[in-house]
C-alpha cells in the first residue's frame, strides 16, 4: 500500500456537538474548531483527515502533536500562515511519543528556539535520545518508516518538561492546559484539556475515527497496551466532562459521554474477541478481522486503506496478544472485563 493516497476535502460540519468538525471547502488544511483553537491538518502521506495537530491561542501559544516527521513541512508553513514566528511559540505537547504524534518534535524544537516541550515522564528520555524508539519503530513499521512516517531527532534535555497529571501550562489571561495522565494506549499518554473551551486533546486513547472512515476503532498496539489502564483513563476523561474531545485521529468530536461509553465498550469488544481466539489457539488478527471487517464494509476502499495502514488489525493484534501473554505470565486471568495492569518494552508505534 503507497502512503501517496488522497481524500475528499468536504466534511460534515462545526463545532462540539455532532460530528467530527471542520471547515466545509477549507483549502489550507486549517480550521477553527472551538475559540482560540486550531486545528492544523498534517497530511501524513499526504492523506486528508487523518492526522491532526492543534494550536491554542494566547500570549503563550502551544501546540498539542506535531505529526510525523515527515508532515514537518506542511506544519510549519500551517504555523505560518497562522502568524506563528520562529520566537512565539511558547509550548509543543504531545500526547505520546509514537512517531505519528511525535515524530516531528526534534524539527519543531529547532524551529522554536523558545518552545518548552512538555511529554510524559516515561517518554521524556526518548526524546533526549531517540535512538532506541527508532530502531523498535523499525521493525513495527518497515518500510513504511521511510517512505511514510520519517524518523526522529533528538530534543535538547534542556528543552524537555516533564508533565505531572494534574499540572497546568499556562496560555494565556484565562487559559491553562491541564495535564491528565491516561496510560492504556501506551504508559506514556497524557490527555490535555482546555480550561478555555473544555476540549480535551485525546490523543490515541479514545481510539481513531476517520472522518472518512465513519467507524471508531480502538488503537491497542505493542508493547504495552494494557485494556484495565486504557478503560480507567476513559473514565478519567468522563469525569472531567469535556465540552469534546479532539483525536489527533481526527479532529473534534461532541456528545463526549455517548463517544466515551462507545470508545469502552469497543475496546472490551475486541479484547474478548482477541482473548477467545488466544484461548483457542486462533489467529488473533484474523479473528478480528473475521468480526469487525464488516463494520468498513461500505468504506471506499481508498479510505479504508489509510484506516488499516494507520490502525490496522495486525498491529492491534499484536497488542492485544502481548497485553494477553503478560497477564497469562503473571498468573492473572485475562478477560475482556479488566486484568492487573502492567506494561514494559519500548514504545514503536500508534494505532
Partial sequence: MSGAGTAPGGVEGRGHRQGHAGGQGDTTGIVEIAPGV????????GWHRVTAGYLLDGTAPVLVETGSQSSVPILLAALERLGVGAGDLAGVVVTHIHLDHA?????????????TVHVHEKGARHLADPTRLVASAAQVYGSYLDTLYGRLDPTPAERLHVLADG???????????????????????VAIHDSATGTLFAGDAVGVKLPDAGVLRPATPPPDFDLDLAVRSLHRFAERRP??????????LGDTEALLAEAEETLRSWADVAERAWRQGDDIAAALEARFAQDTAEVAPEHREQLDVLNGFHSNAAGLRRWLEQRGSAGSSPTAGGAASGGGGEPARSG
Avoid: M, Q
Fill in 167 to 189: 499540572e497546568e501550562i499556562p496560555v494565556g489571561p484565562g487559559r491553562v492546559l491541564v495535564a491528565v495522565d491516561s496510560p492504556g494506549h501506551a504508559k506514556h499518554h
Fill in 243 to 252: 465540552t469534546g474531545l479532539a483525536l489527533a485521529h481526527y479532529g473534534l
Fill in 38 to 45: 486550531h486545528e492544523i491538518d498534517t497530511l501524513l502521506g
Fill in 103 to 115: 515524530g516531528g518534535v526534534g524539527d519543531v524544537a529547532r524551529a522554536f528556539p523558545s518552545a
